[in-house]
């Protein structure tokens, strides 16, 4: 039995998603949770003497693997629909899904670097003018034996214009936009042209669809409740029985490589506690939950059977404020709650159970082990007493019940979350004591699991204020923040497709956007730091931490390997194998 490893990764950007990942989560990705599309990065590092499970040479007396087999992977969320490009699939769980079924041009690894997938070798890309040329891989097919082609990239382009039936449903357009022509050579290479450079290009095409099968389909409704019959990833989706499971079966034609096991079974169970316990039980073979405070301990207790690797990663736990919701639409009511908060106690009672080096975190773009790091958000650290101060400063009187009163609205706001995750309802609680103090009064109303993302929208897509005061989740992404352009930016009063929060302030919109045309790194990180104190001083969002990842699994399972991006756990599934 070999030891669970801790991984710690340095010199990462947080990409927010292109499109949410939310796990209650940019790119693109979900929050966890949403997701999120990246300039180029230094590719983390492991702790100098680690070595992740499942990396370096096979072990020397393990068992060998054996054809066939099933792993029941246990999920705290379901998805809403399976169409991973939309606003209501933009979530991991989806991803989870979307990404064993549809390749992309690169897949993002473990270290945060680029494999190539689908393209045969690196992409060439010219910077003036801007173009990417893609060289898809010759034996690159669908299941039903059709070559992947030129053709599925130009479907796939085509279905982020702007001009499309289904575009104000599109979660991210973040790059897609900029191609403004193409030119084919044969059916297997493509060169796009942009109108300016884009420094996250390598995240774009992640998931390349098939032409023949989905041309002419109504894409708002095609993929709500099943994917086709045809893959190009290593599984094939069978079957989905909402509130219960969804089953992936193997793609005995895929193209780069042989799949071992005969099925994936994702059973969804909106409890934390319970799906530890069934892993502890043997009842499913691999989780990767959100770790709460116990989990690792629990873990330990059942080392002998089970395998299990800690990690940080570009996913990062918050508060979102819905800025349309009276109090909230003022800066100082939000930086009175953003002082209000104690983040480091926060952190020392539900995050260092897990991760003892966790700390508070104060950029929401650049993680804090990151290098191009900078703390902006300490100007708004713990201080209940500057907190009532700035209240009173602005004119907000003290009620008899102890609670504030701005300009005729009494501050008393709801705070959501995925219910049954029991480290964010014990951080609701954190915050709700914290914040009495201050003279604000929180009421924790949660919905089951993913249900809450369907509080979370633009204004245009709920009908005007959006259910939801405060929101509580983390974006999950990948190695570049180039989607938070997506998720706080605005084009004069449109908000962009993931700006939950309402917000919208030109002058970091167009930071943002400079620094998605901008590829040098040092001059990236730059501009989205000076992004970062603007959002440090209007405070429309409060980060808390990094959250840590966790993956266990069964250990009579080969291959699982930790990978806290949008990309997914299931970014190298065909390798999985059972050795019994």
Request: one cysteine or more.
């Amino acid at each position: 039995m070999r030891s669970p490893s801790i991984r710690r990764w340095r010199g990462v950007g947080l990409v927010m998603a292109a499109a949410l990942v939310a796990t209650a989560c940019g790119g693109g990705e979900t929050a966890e949770e949403p997701e999120e599309p990246g300039t180029e990065a230094e590719a983390p590092a492991e702790e100098e003497g680690e070595e992740a499970e499942g990396e370096g040479e096979e072990a020397e007396g393990e068992a060998a693997t054996v054809e066939g087999g099933t792993i029941l992977f246990g999920d705290e969320q379901e998805p809403t629909i399976l169409n991973g490009t939309l606003i209501d699939g933009n979530s991991l769980v989806t991803s989870k899904v979307f990404n064993n079924v549809f390749p992309g041009a690169y897949v993002i690894q473990p270290d945060f670097s680029y494999a190539p997938w689908l393209i045969d070798g690196e992409a060439e890309y010219t910077e003036d003018p801007f173009s990417v040329t893609y060289t898809i891989r010759d034996e690159a097919e669908w299941s039903d034996g059709t070559p992947i082609t030129v053709d599925d990239f130009i479907f796939t382009l085509e279905i982020y214009d702007e001009d499309a039936p289904h575009a104000d449903q599109i979660t991210s357009r973040s790059g897609y936009e900029l191609i403004e022509d193409y030119e084919v050579d044969g059916d297997k290479t493509i060169t796009f042209n942009f109108s300016e450079p884009y420094a996250a290009w390598q995240l774009l095409f992640s998931n390349v669809f098939p032409a023949h099968v989905l041309e002419g389909e109504d894409w708002e409704t095609v993929m709500n409740d099943e994917l086709p019959e045809v893959s190009g990833g290593p599984f094939v989706f069978d079957s989905w029985d909402r509130g219960t499971q969804l089953r992936l079966v193997r793609n005995d034609a895929y193209w780069d490589g042989d799949v071992a096991l005969d099925e994936i079974v994702m059973r969804y169970v909106p409890d934390t506690t319970t799906l530890t316990q069934q892993m502890q039980g043997g009842e499913i073979d691999m989780y990767d939950p959100q770790p709460q405070i116990e989990l690792v301990q629990q873990l330990d207790e059942v080392s002998d059977r089970v395998n299990y690797e800690v990690g940080l990663g570009p996913v990062w736990e918050h508060i979102d404020f819905n800025t349309l919701v009276d109090g909230l639409d003022q800066q100082y009511v939000r930086q009175a709650i953003a002082m209000g908060i104690n983040r480091e106690q926060i952190v020392d009672t539900l995050v260092r159970p897990v991760d003892p080096e966790a700390v508070v975190l104060n950029n929401p773009f650049w993680m804090a082990n990151s290098e191009y790091y900078e703390p902006n958000y300490e100007q708004n650290d713990y201080d209940p007493e500057a907190a009532r101060a700035l209240l009173e400063e602005n004119g907000c009187t003290e009620g008899d019940d102890g609670i504030f009163e701005c300009d005729g609205t009494r501050l008393s706001f709801r705070i959501s979350t995925t219910g049954g995750n029991e480290r964010r309802e014990l951080t609701q609680q954190l915050i709700q004591a914290d914040l009495q103090q201050v003279g604000i009064e929180i009421d924790i109303q949660n919905d089951e699991g993913a249900t809450f993302f369907e509080r979370l929208n633009t204004p245009d897509n709920c009908g005007g204020v959006c259910d939801y005061d405060i929101g509580l989740f983390a974006w999950v992404g990948s190695p570049d923040p180039s989607g938070n352009a997506n998720i706080y930016g605005c084009d004069g009063d449109t908000l962009r497709p993931q700006n939950w929060t309402a917000w919208c302030n030109q002058e970091i919109t167009d930071l943002m956007d400079e620094a998605n045309a901008t590829v040098d790194p040092e001059a990236n990180a730059e501009l989205w730091n000076q992004a970062a104190q603007v959002f440090a001083d209007e405070a429309p969002v409060v980060p808390l931490f990094q959250q840590p990842q966790l993956l266990a699994w069964e250990n009579s399972i080969t291959g699982p390997q930790l990978n806290a991006t949008n990309q997914t756990q299931f970014w190298n599934s065909a390798s999985w194998a059972r050795t019994e």
